[in-house]
């Protein structure tokens, strides 16, 4: 049992801001006089007034190892160990477990007590951290008290560059609250090394990242995806290109969680978008040792391997969602991985017709990788509302303005073999005589996002690698509560 | 030295808990060894011997110097001897 409590008598856990613990204050003073008693006040020690022997209990320890989850609770000891409690007021129980002097006079039979301090959200886990055992399998890295934690993360090579949020036993512990998930169990195995990677790992590195814990879901989610071999992950970290995981999240869960699908939807400034991307790259880099300069041997890379994440724009009823064209159900949660370079921005503020519009698109997504390149990487299209409307007014779906965007996409093969326009880039000469498409079906993945001004859209190109479309692809996950 | 701050690992823990000190470069040749005095008494001489060995085995040393042993060396003296040398010796000498 905790110090300071008698033996044998009675023990009340309370707190001042709590009106049934006011209610009882009079019979918490007359037990005080009856015999060995001690009140735990969470949160006042001068409550309650006239009581000789009140324990503070500011930091909720003594509220944490009674496991307290109701104030007021009345427990009995016997011999040092606990026989009896009650939650709230309930006269009848309060006679039984302390005799007479705790009958109540004038007081209503019977009134709910509050919740405790120590079961408050957060708080909790910051009490199992401190006084319990956290149960936490990763091993543990000591800090001096003069170090800074943050440059400890740094030191040992655990940030992308930016500071990260270190990792305490608190902090993950709250973040695995926010899954249902065990925290042994592997959600797979990252590479480059192949390292099995558990959710307790996920929750370290998204506690990294910024995350909030009511994101782990989808970082669970977005980590699965990535993990399918048919988004061929550790090709795309290796690769010189500059291509990184790009993470686009529809559903409930996106709105849920507060992602940005509008105004500045690819920048900054939503913390959802910001580290939920930014996680997944944490987790390459720690678990998988996936470190730049060696096994990743980007050229270039692109500010998007920092983090590469948003949410489509389901506000249209009459607009498919991505995820429902890639095969999930309506009203689901989804995470779509596209192998993402840098964003480029397409202007076009003098088309009005659905048709000037495909045509213009096509210009502007011929310039995916090489104009004269195609089928050697796909595209993401993001809309926006304005060039959305011009389509919409029409009466156009998605899949019409896939459809024709689909055939605008095909050139003849001469002018785009080798040599063609004094340029030596291109295809073979044997696809002279053919017409080509510029990427593969279902190449080209159109989504929805952006601020309501401004008739521009974006075109994000993708990685030579999904070129085969066999063996790699973009990759369409349902996400799990 | 007390710890107040725990962290937990985030890597898949395949290295030592001590951050391994830099491996040490195969050959000295091409090279330039930055030989930094802290500042304390007879600091100097010691600097003289080693400056005297480096030149006999024909490796190219640079000399730098604390403004005081009692501080550590300023930012601005670290990043020189970074950019001007790939390896340091810290001389203390009492």
Known sequence: MPDGLPTDGLVIVAKRDCPTCSLVEPIMQKLDRAGPFAVISQDDPTFPAGVRSVIDDHDLERSFKLNIETVPTLLRFKNGKEVERTVGWDRQEWIRLAGDAASGDGLPAWQPGCGSKSVEPGVHEALVARYGDPGLK?????????????????????????????PTDERILRMLAGTERKPDEVVGLIPPNLAPCTVEKVAINAVMAGCKPEYMPVVLGVLEAALDPLFVLHGLLCTTHFSGPLVIINGPAAKAIGMNSGVNALGQGNRANATIGRALQLIVRNVGGGLPGAIDRATLG?????????????????????????????????????????????????SRTPEELVRSLAMGLFGVGHPKLCLAGNAVLVLTPEHY????????????????????????????????????????????????????????????AGGEAGLFSAIIGGWPGQSVREECQAVTREIRP | MSVTVKLRDPTAESSPVRRPRLTPPPSLDGKTV?????????????????ESHFAKAGIATRRYAKPTNTKVAPIELMQKIAAEAQLAVIALSD
């Open chain 2, 34 to 50: 930055a030989l930094m005095d802290i500042g304390k008494s007879r600091g100097k001489e010691f600097i003289d011997r080693l």
């Open chain 1, 389 to 448: 409307k011009i389509f919409k007014d029409a009466g156009w779906s998605r899949r019409q303005i896939e459809d024709a965007l689909y055939q605008a996409l095909k050139r003849p093969g001469r002018d785009l073999v080798r040599g063609a326009h004094g340029v030596p880039e291109g295809l073979p000469p044997s696809m002279a005589e053919q017409m080509i498409d510029k990427f593969q079906p279902d190449g080209l993945l159109i989504v929805r």
């Open chain 1, 302 to 350: 692109n500010p998007g391997k920092y983090t590469f994440c948003f949410a489509e724009d389901e506000s249209d009823p009459d607009w498919e969602p991505l995820s429902v064209r890639r095969g999930i159900a309506p009203g689901k949660s989804a995470v779509t991985l596209f192998h993402g370079e840098g964003v480029n921005g397409f202007i076009d503020q003098k």
């Open chain 1, 138 to 166: 990763s091993r543990a890295i000591s800090v001096g008290n003069w170090d800074d934690p943050i440059e400890a993360c740094f030191e040992r090579g655990w940030t992308d560059g930016l500071p990260v949020v270190p």
